[in-house]
């Protein structure tokens, strides 16, 4: 996620210096088969181009719209995480305790119990958040040359999965993590195992146990969501013809631009010969304009799609999971040196 | 679901042939008349003809908005699917047990019931996609030439129910499901009898029951989300209209275009006199795109609109169950070799 | 509810053949006049025009957003009535027995018991889709000539619900109900106090009468929500703004049509003299098209704006009311030859 | 609300009439200023202008489009409000009664209860609804004088809140009531406070008052979604910028209109020397037009924005909550005479 | 939140005073130029500009749609705080009691136990809302001289959070929150373990102890939706680019303007020689009011971006929750002159 106000033009420009360096190329390569060839009569008109551009504004406009609602869901299923892990956190500590246990356990076991709950927690998120890094076959953002030499990649892939786990679960549960398919779920099955034995030896009340398990299912439902979103792409058949249609608008532009400015170069050829013969080259300027603005339009709207890539327009999944193991292990108490950082903001993006 | 990035240009062109001929065929016969019987003074005017086409366009973008939600809520309602069926599985796993038995039941007794509970579930899974799979009057999308061509086919073609049904539930079970219309609420019934005997039989605790009780009117709601979207198409009136707008603009498109070329051609015909005399033919190439797009645009939309139809562009809801099956077997801890296989991706396309 | 995929051609004309006349009623006439009083000076020019027409068939498409979302909510909140019922129906199967009684009943009383409440839950169904198909004031649609003709009308118009309710429930139950303006909700109130007195002879265990009356206020939910889209209708200030509107545009459109047919031909008057001179007739056909283009566009929209009035494109509640009943009859074990047949789709059309 | 189909075209013209006239103004002091100055030369060109046009065109049709998404929003909490107290009045019913009392009351002492607990519940429903009346600062439609002079007003105008709320609650709660900024709350707090009564006397089952406590809380939160939409208007930097944009276009539109029209005159000057004179006077009805459908479309959402403040294009609330008032003294069996008429619609208003 | 119908038009001339003067000396630059230098050659096409400017009004029309619905899903959380708020306050009066006590408390002790939950309460939106009205890196509204010179401040802005807080909470509850990162989350914590104590010592029922811990839930779940808003722009790739198309548009302009007035000025040279030499300076007006048109559309959508951020058309969360405090002391019976005022209004914002 970039946080400062606005990309700069530089930035702008520079992310989109591919496609311009094509436009230019491509609208000279007509100009010169306009200019010495004498093409001129070889033009089509522009009232059903714009009707063409006006529809493809359109059908841009929504599917913009429709990449800004899947961000916006990601967000929200990210947030919806934030929220019950805190109530996670806070129910463990009020509910696992002897108030109805035939044999006591002593505090520190309790808190044992406690620490364990909670951390399995943070194991659960961090498989969730490696399992949402992985690539997908539609997700190419990533891999576009202007994308990757901002030289940023998000936490998970400086440190694999394997590491990151191993602190935060016992080593049985971690064999049997390791050997299933989806480790997130698996590592849910284990919650609501220890809730059941913890149930069992009276430390936790039947209808707590009850309402804790409510919480599993709550997290089963937001695993579920960041899922969907992760293995759903906007469906292929909408991009891909918004992609033609936006390519087919660009490329039959110039034989309507060109041929325009030669028209204006031919009504001021009388006060100015030479100005109104070379007019037809100021075309070039402002054909790269309008095809870098429809391209940029659907382009932006393709880097959006897919909000857990990786890209510097995501959502900040790797923050948001940190953030709460912070808040969670202060208010276990834990000491200020066992919790980590929050990941380092690089290049004004948050990851 | 198509997991590339985008198809490519070979198959959209391949996929639109037969409109694009039919295109081809309609603008060179107006072309010929227009040269040969010289009815250059037959036209309309553009300006109104353009406000045609961007109502249309508007329309038509309108209706594929709704083609996408009808896609989104769909694959929302089968991610529902997907998190109830874990949490079932979980619950289970964790709420049937000797606590509150007074004539407790052996283990693997107790694992029986659960294995018996979670095999009913995929019974219930097999049979919803099956009824999902079911041909309605108004989906056709499945039967056009272009759709068919690729030689794909969801797996439920390839495998009659009974067959599926069989191995997961009981021979009694089986006999009372093929009895009645809805097979899936049937199967759903018979888990609530079997909740109801687990409890009164003392291996579930009343409370749980409700719990899991709570489950089962999770997945009837599930259930009917489903056959909702399955079995009330999108309005057929506005449907039927669009599609009218849609044809009407490109019928009347020639008498419009071809004239706009013609009159090119005269204002050149001084300079160039093959040329201008002939340009009116260079009025097919930008017909056929201008055509091509407004139809296209139109028929990606209708493509969408049935999600469980069985197309390239539809949910892919035979392998989010198979998914499901193989989590939940695998954490029940059946052996490998009795989990079945994912369905295969054919040429790019979950099904 | 149209269930082919599209209607036809001859259907569409035929449906709106009274205002096509009326177009070419009007367009004759202007033509007339202008042809031959020669008021060729009479004319308006045409981008205000063509504004006006972007600006109607924008806000026509935000309102036929809001009629389609209008049809879609009333389509869900009858799923909802499905998914409920069938809940509903299992629940109270597996929820009355004597696990608590003191006095346990005799297995036949039990499913007495159980039969009366499914068959007051279908009578509950039946009070609210003869609730919704009583006509509203502005629900003029099914009066208008070219909706009536096709013969079609909703099963409700052809038994009284007096007929329907009364093998449904008791006598005194239905003195109770005919007694009450709003009779779905006394039939509720039935509901709730039958739960109570199940309760208080122990063959309800309290929290399970506490889950029920939670399908009760779900129902009376449901209700509350169908019986709002049945009495507020699509806010008539801006739906009679809207139709207002598009009247204004296409009777303004002659004079800005006309003339223009006019100058095309006094541009080609020296080549063809007759065509020519007749050329501002060639407009009829196509005014008749714009014209019809935006009433049908706008009719289209009010047409399914009050989605349970009973016309060929509403929502099918007496089909889905139906296949509940039969689904839950089904499950209660009654003989098939008490069941009732769904009712017969008529002219592709559900109702 | 109003509740005829469409609002005629006279009550049309009517409410609009000022504006109309000041449009007449405008452009007659416009086309005078032409005519007899001669100022044909002061011109706009006309592209720039009509994207003007469609610019606002598109952000009213946004701001309309909220605009009913406000009323919609409004209109489905107070079906919330139906159908919870519907709720309400059956749970009451059947929840407070004997069966866990140590100490049972009278049947006619627990009907007492039961008859003070609905009553209060219409005391809560009569608050908010004299709440939801009261002026805002930014509610002016109301005192436009068109909106005025049809006569009309919601009955809160005609009683005041003490004489509703004194026959419906107990002395003392009426003076804490009173004694409170928020009535409505303060009744939510009676309310709890009650049944927590109930509950200690033993006649509420200790389950029951949860649910019914839960009852509460829902009522508190339709409450406030209901005071939300009272407090919180329509964004009003967005209002005044459409207003804003809509008067530029409004008004710089005779500078474009005008000589466009002098020009056609001057077209036509040679063959009708007179009408080509005076032409540009066929500019007032013209503009006339274009100016009040711009402006009524804005006007039509400014209308609808406020949907509590008592106009015709209201949600009806006083309505609704007296039908459910009907409602509740129906089923809580008091005789007719004492049960108030629903309130009358007023010229084809319902309040 | 400005409370007024409308802004004054004063009040928009002046907060957009910058971009107008910029407007102005862009303009003049441009034609002084083409006055002076005779540019009148350099021009481009209307058509191709006209269809950007579409392009950019309608993707700015969908950014603003989105600002608005960031803004009312903003009031919509604080209304679900001003909801659960209540509901607390009522539950915590009617739960905590001594029916289940076996060693019962004494009302004053009881009382003070209510007291000290609803004023953390109280503390809890308190740190809430300064949290929310801490700056981030992309809220640069405020910064703007002409948002600033109103001199409207939040009342966050003139007295610290430590002072607010000190006297609604005891001082080891103090001292835990102001060590903790998320001040709002430790609050809650501390609930829960309150409530915990309460249940422990027998005066809160245990499962009105799970009631309670839902509502603590619930205010996890707002406080997280809050901050979702908060720390989650609309991201910045969409909001830069429309910025970028905006300026791209309002720079050419003068390219396409200017030329068509000087066309304008030279058709009437003949007429009016002085009027047709100068007629290009009338581009001037008409320029500024385009641009400022487009340029105001896409500032009001950046405006309010960022409901918390403290600017004069944000949700006023202080005067929310002041409202709350208010109503909350109130019923729990304290007198009036420790009740605090709500915030005054100040030049009709309210914050």
Redesign the interface.
Known sequence: ???????T?FQ?AWWTRFETLLFIMIIITWVALYYFLDL?????????L??????V???I??Q???A?GR?WEA??IW??I??TS??F???V???V?N?YAQAPMTDSALQKEISALTHRHIAWMTALRYAMREP???E?TVHHKTNQEWGMRPPEKDAILEDELKPLISESDYAYVMG???KS??I??LQ??H??QL??KGVL????F??L?GI??EL??L???S??IKN??Y???????N???MW?FVL??PLS?VP??AE?GLG?ID??PL??KI?MW?SIP?YV??AW??H??ER?GR??ENPFEGT??D?PISTIARGIE??LR??LGEPEDRIPQQFAVIK?TQF
Request: glycine letters at 6%.
């Open positions: 996620m970039h946080i400062k106000r606005n990309y033009t702008m001129t009569w070889l033009k089509i008109p522009w009232t059903p714009a009707l063409i551009g006006t529809a504004a359109f059908v406009g929504f913009n719209n429709a800004y961000i967000r929200k947030g919806g934030v929220n805190r109530t956190g806070a129910f500590q009020d509910m305790n108030d997908r076959r539609w190419t299933k398919s989806n779920t698996a849910l099955y609501s195992h809730l059941k149930k069992e009340w039947e209808f707590s009850l309402e398990e599993v299912k089963f439902t695993q579920g969501q899922e969907r759903f792409p469906p292929r058949h909408f991009a891909t013809l992609h033609f249609f087919i039959l532009l631009l325009q400015f204006i001021i006060n100015s100005i109104g007019f100021f402002f304009i309008v603005i429809f940029t339009m932006i880097t959006g510097a327009n959502v912070i808040d202060q208010n004004d």
